[in-house]
């Protein structure tokens, strides 16, 4: 079964360096996401991304971040210069989307824990 | 904006007993659908089941069945014969047309063998 793909599964980085998560989704899924749940706390909404562009972002997802489609198969979320609170678990999530079917599932994939320090 | 609550932050259930879990949302909306997300301890987000609102007909998958009432804007998660693997933290989670998803806090169940 086809399957959302994310390297690294953890990354550890010193505060103010960049940081580049990347994630492979489902081949024939046209909407992306990125999702981040800091340790204990919900799973909160960055950015979705469909047609090559931002469709909807968060207040979370400011200056700092951006996100690309670089190739026909990566979509990668850049974070410019890391602070210690955006230690979190980041979530990459594939739709397949397209006609009635807005509403089919967001499948996630494994997650990769940012570690700021 | 849409909200979701859980208002159970912990709940454990014996091993093989029945347990449900509640979720309540605010929406305007009338074209929706629901979700919950297991998440175990490594984290990963797994789809437990999915509700669509234009059904009145309940989802059920397997051991997992929910009770959807849309005019109490109500999702509960029955999980029946509990298993130990069943041990995580579970989403409540809404979406709109052509929207992200919106989760709610979570609800850490431990299955007690």
């Known amino acids: 079964e086809p399957e959302v793909t994310q390297t690294p599964s953890h990354q550890v980085t010193q505060m103010g360096q960049e940081v580049i998560l990347r994630c492979v989704p489902i081949?024939?899924?046209?909407?992306f996401y990125w999702y981040r749940q800091i340790l204990g706390q919900k799973v909160e909404f960055l950015v979705s991304?469909?047609?090559?562009?931002?469709?909807?972002k968060s207040e979370i997802f400011d200056d700092q971040f951006s996100v690309e489609r670089p190739d026909g198969s990566n979509f990668t979320l850049k974070i410019r210069s890391t602070k210690l609170e955006d230690s979190a678990m980041y979530f990459c999530?594939?739709?397949?989307?397209?006609?009635?079917?807005?509403?089919?599932?967001?499948?996630f994939g494994p997650g990769t824990r940012l570690t700021v320090l | 904006a849409q909200t979701v609550t859980q208002s159970q932050p912990e709940m454990s259930v014996q091993e093989a007993e029945t347990v449900t879990l509640s979720c309540t949302y605010d929406?305007?909306?009338?074209?929706?659908?629901l979700f919950w997300y297991k998440q175990p301890p490594s984290r990963q987000m797994i789809l437990v089941i999915r509700?669509?609102?234009?059904?009145?007909q309940n989802a059920t998958e397997n051991r997992f069945s929910v009770n959807f009432q849309k005019a109490a804007k109500s999702f509960s998660l029955k999980i029946s014969d509990s298993q130990l693997g069943d041990t995580a933290m579970y989403f409540c989670?809404?979406?709109?047309?052509?929207?992200?998803?919106?989760f709610g806090p979570g609800t850490r169940l431990s299955v007690l063998p």
């Open positions: 999530a594939s739709r397949r989307g397209g006609g009635r079917n807005f509403g089919d599932t967001q499948y």
């Open positions: 081949s024939n899924h046209l909407y």
């Open positions: 991304f469909y047609n090559n562009e931002i469709s909807e």
């Open positions: 929406t305007s909306e009338n074209n929706y659908y």
């Open positions: 509700q669509e609102a234009y059904k009145q």
């Open positions: 989670a809404f979406m709109n047309y052509g929207q992200n998803f919106v």
